[in-house]
């Protein structure tokens, strides 16, 4: 069964404190594996998306990787306003719109 | 510019009532979805529209759920009798084409009592 397993569920850590955030995935023949932010009371909000393993993409204090297994979203120097709820999700190779979404991780970073 | 727009923001009903969801994607997106979400999970798919056609209904879980997109443009999910186990955050998406990344409203917060 395809599934995308994030973890951990959540981490707390200090202002300036650079850590990753794992999204492990079975997806069958990923066409597209991507990340997502959301805050409380809110949609999420598209960050990056990876086709191929070996691809990074930067925006910020964010980077995100990919190998064949699984995706890292690094965090470099955090502030508090990167507290949020980060949320990865892949595309099957038999559709071209179904994701398969993880729960999340809910990072806070304390000042 | 705008993004996508879903209203009301929350609502609250009775069980047994019938509610109804409306989502303005951004303008020329053809593509639609609609999500569920429940607490501390990631968004569940409902329905995917192209265009005003309903592709994909595989989501919805049960008769009671109705999507309509008359005009490829505004979209409406209705659910009828609702129950308890309704309750949840309602998220609609879209984006320019169905492979491309999808840009979420705020979503609706519906409570059934």
């Known amino acids: 069964e395809d599934q995308v397993t994030q973890s951990p569920e959540a981490l707390r850590l200090q202002e300036g404190e650079s850590s990753s955030l794992n999204c492990s995935y079975t997806v069958s023949g990923l066409r597209g594996l991507f990340w997502y932010r959301q805050d409380p009371g809110k949609g999420p909000e598209f960050l990056f998306t990876?086709?191929?393993?070996?691809e990074e993409k930067e925006k910020e204090r964010l980077k995100a990787t990919l190998t064949k297994k699984e995706s890292f979203l690094h965090i470099t120097a955090p502030k508090p306003e990167d507290s949020a709820t980060y949320l990865c999700?892949?595309?099957?190779?038999?559709?071209?719109?179904?994701?398969?979404w993880g729960a999340g991780t809910k990072l806070i970073i304390k000042p | 510019g705008a993004g996508v727009s879903q209203s009301p923001r929350y609502k609250v009903a009775k069980r047994g009532q019938d509610v109804a969801l409306r989502c303005d994607p951004i303008s020329g997106h053809v593509s639609l979805f609609w999500y569920q979400q429940a607490l501390g999970q990631g968004p569940e798919f409902l329905t995917y529209f192209q265009n005003e056609a309903q592709l994909d209904k595989s989501g919805l879980p049960s008769d009671r759920f109705f999507a309509e997109r008359p005009e490829g443009s505004v979209s409406t999910l209705k659910i009828q009798r609702t129950q308890q186990e309704d309750s949840a955050v309602y998220l609609c998406a879209s984006s320019e084409g169905a492979a491309q990344p999808q840009h979420f409203g705020d979503g609706t917060r519906l409570s059934i009592l």
């Open positions: 999700a892949g595309r099957q190779m038999d559709s071209n719109y179904q994701l398969i």
């Open positions: 990876l086709y191929s393993a070996g």
